[in-house]
Structures are given as C-alpha cells and as structure tokens.
C-alpha cells in the first residue's frame, strides 16, 4: 500500500459525457501529479500540482483539467468523453517534487471505460 | 520530446535465473527510477538513482545510473515467482522546476517453472 488513494476504482460512462476522478496524497506529500495509462501510448504524464498550484504540463487534452485543494487532495476532470480516453488513470504523490526527492509513489488507478 | 527505450520487451526465463532490463534515453536525466506494476494495480517504486554511476541496491534487485546520464539498467538475481510482472524505467530532468516522469514502454517478465 502505497498511501495514495484514488476514486472510484471503476467508472463506466458514455461519450461526451463528463466525469470527476478524485486522488489524496500520501500523507505530508505537497505534490500530485496524474497520468494516464493505455495499450498503445504505456504511461503518459498529464500534470502536476504542487501546494494547490499547477507546476507542470504534459499530454494533457484540452478537454481535461485538474485541481488541488487546500487539503492537498486533487481531482481530474474529464470531459467531452470519447472512446480513445478509456484507459487507467494513476495518481501519485511525492515529498516536494521541486527541490527533490523526486520518487513519486502511485495510487491504485481508476479505470475509465468510455 | 524525451523518449525512452526499453528492452527487452518481454523475458521468459526459467525459475532461479537471473535478469537483466536496460532503459536508454534520447536526452539527459537527472533522475532514474523503476518501477514494477501487476495486472489492475498501481506502478510501484523498486529504486531511485540521483547520480550518475551511481550502483543501488534493493534485496535482489540492483539497478545502475548510467555514466552518460542516458541509461540506466536494472538486474533481478535468482527470479522467483513473484517476480513476474511489468517493470517500467522513468526518467525526469527536474533543474529547479518538477516535471512529470517520462516511462519508458516497459518488460513483461514471465518466470516458467
């Protein structure tokens, strides 16, 4: 067990839709960072907050968007659904994510299917 | 942008034998990590690499940081069962401001009896 944990663990919805994954933290880390997983393109980095505040960008879709709250718990919002965005979306956390160290532990994963 | 390439895509070795995967990259890293994910579950962390040459060890797992700082190879000693899995190098080159990792496709271990 990592400490991260990620919700729901299954999520079944339709195209264009919207839906809202949501993550917590290992407890004391400040940095979130979310990626999504599929059979063709393996583990893609999507973004990465840091105490609330978005620090870096990835392959992210215009259509996604994500979050931190104060609490440090962060939310990935997907929207306009289509087939391709299907896949396993990870959460993990790290320390700082600034200065280091940069280990990043992963939650669980929610499995999207679209 | 940053690629990884790893290799060997899959392993199929008997039990007790032991395995060697390599991750190199187009670009500079400042950061190695391996990681190690089973069906429906999450990556996790095997062992981190900060600098290069750098040798490191974890049980039966040793992993090295490149001297060039553009690969890094990880060797499992005497393989057992649960070893069998998919395991992903990663990369960051994080200089003052984080950035997400970049993974490379990963190996899928398999361990015959």
């Known amino acids: 067990d990592s400490g991260v944990t990620q919700t729901p663990k299954h999520l079944i919805t339709a195209t264009g839709q919207r839906v809202t994954l949501r993550c917590s933290p290992r407890?004391?880390?400040?940095?979130v960072y979310w990626y999504q997983q599929s059979l063709d393109q393996g583990l893609q980095f999507l973004i990465q907050y840091y105490n609330g505040e978005e620090r870096a960008k990835g392959n992210i879709l215009e259509r996604f968007s994500a979050q931190q709250f104060p609490d440090l718990h962060s939310e990935l919002n997907l929207s306009s659904l289509e087939l391709g965005d299907s896949a396993l979306y990870f959460c993990?956390?790290?320390?700082?994510?600034?200065?280091?160290?940069?280990?990043?532990?992963f939650g669980p994963g929610t499995r999207l299917t679209v | 942008g940053q690629q990884l390439n790893q290799s060997p895509q899959s392993m199929f070795i008997q039990e007790g034998e032991d395995v060697s995967m390599n991750c190199t990259s187009s670009s500079i890293f400042n950061t190695w990590l391996w990681y190690k994910q089973d069906p429906g579950e999450g990556p996790v962390l095997l062992i981190a690499l900060y600098k290069a040459g750098e040798l490191t060890s974890n049980g039966r797992l040793t992993a090295q940081f490149g001297i060039t700082r553009k690969d890094s190879f990880l060797n499992i000693s005497a393989s057992i069962p649960s070893d069998v899995g998919i395991y992903f190098c990663a990369g960051t080159y994080s200089g003052g401001g984080a950035d997400g990792l970049t993974f490379g496709k990963g190996t899928h271990l398999i361990i015959q009896p």
């Open positions: 993990a956390s790290s320390v700082d994510g600034l200065a280091g160290p940069y280990e990043q532990y």
């Open positions: 407890s004391g880390d400040l940095s």
